[in-house]
Structure formats: C-alpha cells, structure tokens
C-alpha cells in the first residue's frame, strides 16, 4: 500500500501558486519523497524529490516538514499547462515507488 | 539526461495472442526495472521488479505465468503478456532508478488493447 495520502482534487488559477498537500505518516528516515506528474496518461513526469531538506529546482520547490510526516508541493506560478495529476511518492527502502490516488490539480483562467 | 525507452507505444492484438513490451536504458545500466500497469482513471500499479539475471519479484495478486518478466542484460527488460485477454488491456509503464538520490526515470508507456 502507499504510503502517502493526498486530496483528490484542487483547483487552482492562472498565474497564482499551486501549493499540494502530502500526507506520508510513516515515512522512516532514510525514505526519500518524490514528486511526480501525469498528463493523459503518459509516463510520469519528474518534478523533484527530497529527504529532510526543503528543495528547489526551476519546476517546483518541495516543503518538507521537520517532522517528515508531511510536504508540499508548490508550483510557484501555474499556468493551464500545470493540469495534471500529480503524485507524492515515498520511494521505500526497497527502491519501490508506490503511487498512492495522486491529486487531479486543474488550473484555471 | 538518463532516458528509458519503451516500445511498442500502442499495440492491438488478438484474444490467446502474446505481445513482448520492451524496456531499454540508454546510455546507463538498470540493474533494477519496475513494471506498472495502469487502467483508465486510476492510479499506477506496481506490478513487478525485475533484477538483471535473477528473477522477478511479484506484487501480490499478479500472476507471474501470464506476466513474463526478463531481464536478460544491464539494458534490456521485457514483459511478456501471454495469453492475452480484453482485461488486460491497459497501460503499461517500466520505471529504472539509477542511483540513491536520483530520480526514477519512466519508459514512455505502452498502450495494449486486446480484441
């Protein structure tokens, strides 16, 4: 089972910040957090991944709290090509990447 | 950058017919390959984890005589559906993760309706 848990929706306006939840309770310490996108079913797009410290690359930042029980995906400025879904993945220390129901992001006018 | 690719995109096949989908690093050895399959509005599944020279591991509930998986070389891993029925028809995707902290790189996805 997944180990992450997400909204299943979010709207989100042209040009303002997309900020998305992850939930990941009982993620253990050496677990990283991965980002990814899904556009009509292609293969998953990378956004970026993390393990304790808050990351940043020219798609996205990633938020993750001290605790690790939770992050944040922000797109800092969507724009309608952003809608996607998007999945928060704990990659297990067995390497698996588990995709958990991902949140379904619609940027809007 | 690292890049996995997948072929066929698409393929139609027959009722009882089997069909290869081909996974291959390019320029960088895979030592592990992901298997997923995903249906129409729902999440990806892992399915099975090849490992170069050894067999598959299986996710639970898959079956392995229908789902062939071989991963012959450090660049090549197939998944062979055998037998093929219309509920398996679906998106398939393989997946590689070169190094700790890199990130996972997708083949493209294949496309398999069964008619």
């Known amino acids: 089972d997944a180990k992450t848990t997400q909204p299943p929706s979010m709207d989100c306006a042209e040009g303002r910040a997309a900020n998305l939840p992850c939930n990941h309770s009982?993620?253990?310490?050496?677990?990283?957090v991965y980002w990814y996108r899904q556009i009509h079913s292609q293969g998953p797009q990378y956004i970026i991944h993390g393990l304790k410290n808050n990351e940043t690359n020219e798609m996205a930042s990633l938020i993750i709290t001290e605790d690790r029980k939770s992050s944040t995906l922000i797109l800092p400025h969507a724009t309608l090509r952003d809608t996607a879904v998007y999945y928060c993945?704990?990659?297990?220390?067995?390497?698996?990447?588990?995709f958990g129901t991902g949140t379904r992001l619609q940027v809007f006018p | 950058g690292a890049v996995v690719s997948q072929h066929p995109s698409w393929v139609i096949c027959k009722s009882g017919t089997s069909v290869k989908i081909e996974c291959r690093s390019l320029d960088f050895q895979a030592t592990t390959m992901f298997w997923y399959r995903q249906f129409p509005k729902q999440s990806l599944m892992l399915m099975a984890t090849?490992?170069?020279?050894?067999?598959?591991?299986?996710e639970q509930g898959v079956e392995k005589d229908k789902f062939l998986i071989n991963h012959a070389s450090l660049t090549l891993s197939t998944l062979t559906v055998t037998s093929a029925h219309p509920e398996d028809s679906s998106f398939y995707i393989c997946?590689?993760?070169?190094?700790?902290?890199?990130?996972?790189?997708f083949g493209q996805g294949t496309r398999l309706t069964v008619v």
């Open positions: 090849s490992n170069e020279g050894s067999k598959a591991t299986y």
């Open positions: 997946a590689t993760i070169p190094g700790q902290n890199t990130e996972a790189f």
């Open positions: 009982t993620i253990s310490g050496n677990e990283y």
């Open positions: 993945i704990v990659r297990e220390n067995t390497d698996k990447l588990i």
